[in-house]
């Protein structure tokens, strides 16, 4: 079993929809949680960080951690074709930089007109 | 004003052969990595560079090496190319033990 599972998609949903991005992880120790999109040909790009449980809001993105169930989820609202992208998720255990990172495999988006 | 900059974008190349990428980042940070990315965008990380320690995966094989001029420029030299190699290489830097990583575009290996 992988440390973290991500669901690799693809997704397609219509523009304007509410898309709910997930990842389950084994390792208690995660407490740092990351989201990144990639563009296709591009690197992947910082999308959202969290520390430990709870949730946080960025514009029409909201990340949640819960740590009890080992689940994390990335919320898109009003989603656009511009949100056509791979969401990585990434988990550390301690604040040591991206030799600490463990990533998911990425899940596949496409917002369709 | 690219933050972190590699070159080649794209590189082809017959088993057997050496090629080296390059990595400059203009951002200050203190550390760079280098990552690989598999077919199924499955990222792991290879080294990370830090104020001059190298600290290095176990998994990657010794025929990788990377090299540091300064705390702006990493690059990685592939000794021995071999198919198994082909992949998304890319660097990334951050600030000295943060996890938030900036990423440059990605170099496209192809080993014929």
């Known amino acids: 079993q992988k440390e973290v599972e991500q669901d690799p998609g693809p997704l397609s949903v219509p523009e304007g929809a509410i898309v709910s991005l997930n990842c389950t992880y084994s390792n208690s120790a995660f407490q740092y949680f990351m989201w990144y999109r990639q563009y296709s040909r591009k690197g992947p790009e910082l999308l959202m960080y969290t520390y430990s449980s709870g949730n946080k809001e960025d514009g029409r993105f909201t990340a949640q951690v819960d740590k009890s169930s080992k689940y994390i989820s990335l919320f898109i609202r009003d989603s656009q074709p511009s949100d056509s992208a791979t969401y990585l998720c990434?988990?550390?255990?301690?604040?040591?930089?991206?030799?600490?990172?463990?990533f998911g495999t990425g899940t596949q988006l496409k917002v369709e007109l | 004003d690219t933050a972190v900059s590699q070159t080649p974008k794209y590189l082809v190349t017959q088993m057997g052969n050496d090629k080296s990428i390059k990595c400059e980042q203009n951002l200050g940070h203190d550390t760079m990595y280098w990552y690989k990315q598999d077919s199924k965008k499955f990222l792991k990380i290879m080294f990370s560079?830090?104020?001059?320690?190298?600290?290095i995966n176990e998994t990657v094989p010794n025929r990788f090496s990377p090299k540091s001029p300064d705390k702006a420029h990493l690059n990685l030299h592939i000794n021995s190319l071999e198919l198994g190699d082909s992949a998304v290489y890319f660097c990334?830097?951050?600030?000295?033990?943060?996890?938030?990583?900036?990423f440059g575009s990605g170099t496209q290996l192809s080993v014929l």
């Open positions: 990334a830097s951050s600030q000295a033990n943060n996890e938030k990583l900036f």
């Open positions: 990434a988990m550390s255990g301690v604040t040591g930089g991206g030799n600490k990172l463990t």
């Open positions: 560079y830090n104020n001059k320690e190298l600290i």
